[in-house]
């Protein structure tokens, strides 16, 4: 098959009028979650086949590369990012069938009756930790199901921990979506870190008073604004040295660590003021440590995973297969990419090496822990799978859409349309990280699409180009929560498949103001606070 260059203006050669096409499948994703109320899988497919009439009749990609990018997201929302969410939730239905959710239960009431600290402590911090560690839907999988354990309205659980899976997205999975920034940039990683490390702090901050706020209004931030100052204050502060000092790799788990030990700690003096002395624990601390033991578990497996070591052995048994009718097909060409160069398309089928197989060992371990006989073991991952067939197939729509947009050049034409704004693009880079989250569902994957357009935009236009692509990342994060890869995981993990559309309306206005807020700080660290942009290191 000949190979296809991109043509990011294929619409009589305007980019106004080529942004407009591009948009639709966009527009009716959105407009069928938030107005017509669709089913998240009846939503997706109907954006997916707009999509491939957009790629197909306007951006003339030929249709068999049109059907082979759709065939490959869609393999690619099953492995690895189903295969996650599959193992999250199966994790979790063991844990309650163990009959250890009431030990877990217990021991976050020990801590605190309030249900808004318990929404910080578990939402927000315990949130961030699995974030760290894992990412890629990991945390809202397992802490919405812990809420919804706990008694939280199911909708409540699943998008305040949408919401609060914002601040530690950029640091996700070890730092993944900094490390492919830099890569994709050219720009040292670390400094990138750095820079969004300049940011997110402040949204960091904001993160707990807005959840309760959410919740209980202004006068619950008014009765718990110094737990909740504790938590997001040492939150952020942990968040800014260890991403500045130590690199991308630990701000999440570090500042997880710190935020929830210091709540904690508060929340006890507090009592002690108070002159309540705390109540003897339910369990003994054994009990407790064996019934958090999965989560506990789950960190030290996943951290263990990621080691360098242990990843280049597992490499060897990664089935890697060029997708055919695309790999090398499709010509990327400036200002994408500096030159024009071909888009590869390898589907990796990592059996062993992928996270959701170090949950799912996890899991396994755990029920042999708890004593979970294998057959009921058996029952409850076929029950796991049967729940989450349709959340599946909106994850496998929506990545199909998102490789779609990608390989046909629609992906681009709304970038360079972002690019367009000029000296107002600072504003704007964050929108263009936001919008490649939204697409792909994933802040490493908006990096790997726009990180170099970020570059080379903010060169055009004189402007540090670590700052914008630093944007993308932190932008990416505030629509982490709205993507429908992310509301399809919280979903399944609170049981409310069907109610999609609920959910996606239920964040929407959050993640538009986060995202304007870290477009107009990335604008002012443009033009006014510029001493707060890192000096790339001396060669």
Request: positive net charge.
């Amino acid at each position: 098959m000949p190979q296809w260059a991109q043509d990011y203006t294929p619409i009589a050669d305007s980019l106004w009028w080529s942004t407009l096409i591009a948009a639709l499948p966009l527009a009716s994703l959105m407009a069928s979650l938030a107005l017509l109320r669709m089913r998240g899988h009846v939503a997706a497919v109907l954006a997916l086949s707009i999509a491939l009439l957009v790629a197909i009749l306007a951006y003339r990609m030929p249709p068999a590369m049109a059907v082979s990018a759709a065939i490959y997201g869609f393999l690619y929302g099953l492995w690895p990012i189903a295969w996650i969410v599959v193992g999250a939730v199966f994790l979790y239905r063991v844990v309650v069938h163990s009959g250890q959710f009431e030990v877990i239960r217990a021991s976050v009431l020990h801590i605190t009756a309030d249900k808004r600290l318990q929404m910080v402590l578990i939402g927000y911090a315990f949130g961030a930790f699995l974030e760290g560690a894992a990412g890629f839907g990991t945390p809202v999988a397992i802490t919405a199901g812990l809420l919804v354990g706990l008694g939280f309205n199911p909708v409540y659980a699943a998008g305040l921990c949408l919401i609060a899976n914002t601040a530690p997205v950029a640091f996700g999975a070890l730092g993944l979506p900094v490390i492919v920034a830099g890569k994709v940039s050219g720009i040292e990683p670390f400094v990138i870190g750095q820079m969004a490390g300049r940011q997110l702090p402040l949204l960091s901050l904001l993160l707990p008073f807005w959840l309760v706020a959410v919740m209980d209004g202004w006068s619950g931030v008014r009765a718990t604004w110094r737990a909740i100052l504790v938590a997001g204050g040492s939150f952020a502060l942990t968040q800014f040295l260890t991403s500045n000092h130590l690199g991308p790799e630990l701000p999440d788990i570090a500042s997880a660590m710190v935020s929830l030990l210091a709540t904690t700690l508060f929340l006890r003096c507090q009592s002690r003021r108070n002159g309540r002395a705390p109540a003897a624990a339910p369990y003994s601390g054994f009990w407790v440590l064996r019934a958090w033991g999965p989560f506990i578990g789950l960190t030290v497996i996943v951290t263990i995973w990621t080691l360098p070591s242990v990843k280049q052995y597992m490499q060897q048994y990664t089935l890697a297969v060029a997708v055919p009718g695309l790999h090398g097909l499709v010509i990327k060409s400036a200002p994408i990419v500096p030159s024009p160069m071909p888009y590869e398309a390898i589907f990796k089928l990592d059996l062993l090496g992928a996270t959701g197989t170090a949950i799912l060992v996890t899991a396994l371990l755990s029920a042999v822990m708890l004593r979970v006989p294998a057959r009921a073991c058996a029952g409850l991952f076929a029950a796991t799978l049967r729940e989450l067939s349709p959340p599946i197939v909106t994850i496998g729509s929506v990545l199909a859409l998102a490789f779609v947009a990608n390989y046909s050049g629609m992906s681009s034409t709304l970038g360079l349309a972002f690019a367009a704004s000029g000296a107002l693009f600072p504003l704007f880079s964050a929108f263009l990280g936001w919008l490649g989250v939204f697409l792909t569902g994933s802040d490493t994957a908006s990096n790997a699409l726009f990180g170099n357009l970020q570059r080379v935009t903010a060169e055009q236009i004189g402007v540090d180009p670590i700052l914008t692509v630093a944007a993308n990342t932190t932008g990416g994060v505030t629509g982490k929560m709205i993507s429908p890869q992310s509301i399809a995981v919280a979903c399944a993990a609170a049981r409310l498949t069907g109610r999609e559309a609920e959910l996606f309306r239920f964040t929407l206005r959050h993640s538009l103001i986060f995202a304007l807020l870290i477009g107009l700080l990335t604008c002012l660290q443009s033009y006014v606070l510029t001493w707060m942009i890192p000096a790339l290191p001396a060669q």
